[in-house]
């Protein structure tokens, strides 16, 4: 199985000491399952949706292999909110994206994840909310994190030890646990 992870520096995993972000830690939890899996973590530093909709399918196209399961995962928005990008501007790419994505392998979204800053949140929140509905009308499996991961103490320790968006590598490894926990992730990813 070839997984590509494509998103901003939170999928990149900017601030994890560890280099290994989320992507990281699930494709070490999919090894620990006996799951013969590539990955390649393809986030990009203040990557956009609208940035990312340029760029994602040719480095999709240069990692998929004949032969054998291709799945894409997107994470993406927190960047959006702050570099000005309307809910409109995000939902089109996003439309535009996973369209596109579908037709080439199997496809899930991991929403964007909180910030310490109020009012940046609360426009993470209500983009969160914008992205699961557009993945349950495209049936694209959909793994909300932003009310878990704000709700989460281990997360807002890291969050705090971190910039306040980016969180430390405790954040990454529980950000990991609750996509690996979630029963949609777990049968996209084959685990029981």
Known sequence: MVICYFGDSLTLGFGDDAGLGWPGRIANALAKEGKEVTSYNLGVRKDSSFQMQHRWRSEAMTRKMPDT??????????ADVFNGVSGEESMTAGVAILMQAKAMGDVMMVGPTPVNDQDKREEITTL?????????KFEIPFIPTVTDMHRSFVYG??????DGVHPT?????DLADHILKNKSARAF???K
């Open 69 to 78: 399961p291709f799945k894409l995962v997107f994470s993406f928005g927190v």
């Open 169 to 173: 590598a405790s954040g990454y490894a």
């Open 157 to 162: 320790t890291a969050l705090n030890d971190g």
């Open 189 to 191: 990813f084959g685990l």
């Open 128 to 136: 969160s909310r914008m992205f699961e509905s557009m993945c349950k």
